[in-house]
């Protein structure tokens, strides 16, 4: 952790292309925040391994339950591996589980997602081949806060892609990608700004 550094959280259940494109914004000069650690609810996923070759704390919590949810002892660890690292800002990734409505009461700064679609358009899995069925000539991704609905918060930032003649799943889904390394940093960069202005504005922070 740098100095001046906001402290960030991860969490990524994958491949964790999006952990690496802030991995990699954390390390040029004037990024606002720092990554402190990585966590995933699957051991052997590559988000950790990246993680790890960046010097980043990698954890694995187990999530002790199959399905959406994790159970709440698995919630409670991963909110006290943020605290101890005093992680202000929490942004998931790939992350393929639900957090509970408790989670997100006690966490105690924002909570951002990535999504790979034009939100409020198909929200949950499989976006991008729902997208393909129905047609659609723009794709793209979101970032948004996260509440306790699926994929419903307040919009942060989005970043459209052509649907090209011939696009497969995989073909539009590593076009939206592209996008979605653009746009997360960017989206923390301006939301850790922000929430620094207001603290400065209510005076908790000296200049
Ligand atoms: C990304 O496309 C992300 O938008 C999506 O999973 C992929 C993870 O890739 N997230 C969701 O579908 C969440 N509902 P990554 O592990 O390489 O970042």
Redesign the pocket.
Known sequence: MRQGRVPIGML?S??????QAILDAAAENGFPGDVAVVLSDREDAP?LDRARRAGVDAIHVDPLRKGARLAPTAEERILAELERRRVHLLAL??F?RILSPRFLDAFPGPVLN???SLLPAFPGLH?QRRALDHGVKIAG?TVHHVDRGI?TGPIIAQAAVPVIEGDDEATL?KR??AK?HAIYPEAIRAVLSASVADTRREGSIDE
């Not at 994958?14 to 952990?19: E, F, I, K, L, P």
């Open positions: 990524a994958g491949r964790g292309s999006n952990v988000a990734a790939g393929m990535i999504h790979p976006a991704c994929d889904a939206i990608l979605e």
